[in-house]
Structure formats: structure tokens, C-alpha cells
């Protein structure tokens, strides 16, 4: 079974430049969650989505920050313009179902702004 | 107080020993509760996921649940230079469909 597939896998930008990520869960999988990791820290919610729909986006900064997931299967998940401080890996992660189901990181994307 | 609190470490074992890591948490009413391994430049591993008090094992890995006292653990015997990661803790809060991690803690297993 493939796993959480993710892309690109380094992204190197300057700020204010636009800039996305794309994620591809594991098949089957309704919820798809996408996490901010700062080093040294665990990795930190943005948006979670169950099929199609972001039920949990309260951490999203959504001023410059948005994602979608269209079909209920892949979604992007988009920074315009970025700033300094948002670099950092950015982990999307797949699970059957919300609430106490396990879940399954992709690689990662991480990003660096100049 | 942070949601889920891990020690940071690092945490440093002769290859053999047992690795014992520690994690608690805020939220009473979780009921699910995970162990990450992540090693250097990688994503998140899920290792472990604990539902109910008491052990679980799972090969040289043991995960351990009190929730009267909010404390969840890992055990690796026999630890192996392999097995030098950062260790998270996950946890699932009530009411809320997602995990909050811990920072993790750094684990060296020295040959």
C-alpha cells in the first residue's frame, strides 16, 4: 500500500513570493490533516479535512494561508505572500477516519524563505 | 500548562539497556494516545497506539497508559544505535478530532 505521497520535498522561495504544497493521501483514507513542524518542535495542526469539507481550520492563518481538497482525495495547501518566519516542514497526514484513528505522515515539504 | 509535555532530553542509553520515555498530558477525557518515532530529516513514524490502561507490547517496544494520572510512557529493551530518534507523544484531546504532540524527546543509544 503507497503511502502519504507529498511534493515538493524542498522549496526554496523569497519572501513574499507565492508558494504551494501538493498532498496525495493514502487511498481510502477520508480525513487528510496538514501540520506545520518547527525545529525542535512537534508538529502543529493548520487544517484538517474530512472528505472534501476543512472542519477544523482555527489554526490556519488564513490572511495569507489557504488549502483546499478538491474531490475529497488530494489537496494543496498555499501561502501568498510567505514570510521569513514561515519557513519550516510542512506535513501533510492521512488517517481513515477523524477522532482516535492513527495516523500517517507523508515525507514532508520542507521550506525555506529568504 | 502545555497539552501534552514530553522531556526534551537528551536522553542517552548504552546499546542493551532498557529506554524508558515519558509523556503527560492535560486533557482528563483523551482516549487515544500514540508514540511517533522520528529520526533526524524524516517525518513522523507511527510506532505505537495505546487505547486503554495497562501495557501494550509490541516487539522490544512497550507502551504503558495511566490515565488517573494522565501519564503515558514508552519502553524500548534491548535498544539498538538504531533506534537513536526523537521520540513524540500524540494525543487525541476530547472533543477534538485531532492529535497534539508533544516536542519530543531525543533519544541516543550510544554503541
Known amino acids: 500500500e503507497a503511502g502519504v505521497v507529498q511534493s515538493p520535498r524542498y522549496k526554496i522561495i523569497e519572501k513574499k513570493q507565492p508558494v504551494a504544497f501538493w498532498c496525495n493521501p493514502i487511498?481510502?483514507?477520508?480525513?487528510l490533516y496538514w501540520y506545520l513542524q518547527n525545529l525542535g518542535q512537534g508538529p502543529e495542526l493548520l487544517i484538517r479535512?474530512?472528505?472534501?469539507?476543512?472542519?477544523?481550520d482555527s489554526q490556519l492563518p488564513k490572511d495569507r494561508f489557504s488549502a483546499e481538497r478538491l474531490k475529497g482525495v488530494d489537496s494543496t495547501l498555499k501561502i501568498q505572500p510567505a514570510e521569513l518566519g514561515d519557513s519550516a516542514v510542512y506535513l501533510c497526514?492521512?488517517?481513515?477516519?477523524?477522532?482516535?484513528?492513527?495516523?500517517?505522515f507523508g515525507p514532508g515539504t520542507r521550506l525555506t524563505v529568504l | 500548562q502545555k497539552e501534552v509535555e514530553q522531556n526534551s532530553g537528551p536522553l542517552s542509553v548504552p546499546e542493551g539497556a532498557i529506554a524508558s520515555l515519558n509523556c503527560t498530558y492535560s486533557?482528563?477525557?483523551?482516549?487515544?494516545f500514540f508514540w511517533y518515532r522520528q529520526y533526524s530529516g524524516k517525518s513522523p513514524e507511527l510506532i505505537m497506539s495505546?487505547?486503554?490502561?495497562g501495557d501494550k507490547e509490541d516487539g522490544r517496544f512497550t507502551a504503558q497508559l495511566n490515565k488517573a494520572s494522565q501519564y503515558v510512557s514508552l519502553l524500548i529493551r534491548d535498544s539498538q544505535p538504531s533506534d537513536s530518534a526523537t521520540y513524540l507523544c500524540?494525543?487525541?484531546?476530547?472533543?477534538?478530532?485531532?492529535?497534539?504532540f508533544g516536542a519530543g524527546t531525543r533519544l541516543t543509544v550510544k554503541p
Open positions: 497526514a492521512s488517517s481513515l477516519v477523524s477522532g482516535y484513528n492513527e495516523q500517517f
Open positions: 487511498s481510502g483514507h477520508n480525513t
Open positions: 479535512y474530512e472528505n472534501e469539507e476543512a472542519v477544523d
Open positions: 486533557d482528563r477525557g483523551s482516549q487515544s
Open positions: 495505546i487505547y486503554s490502561n
Open positions: 500524540a494525543v487525541n484531546m476530547e472533543g477534538a478530532n485531532d492529535m497534539r
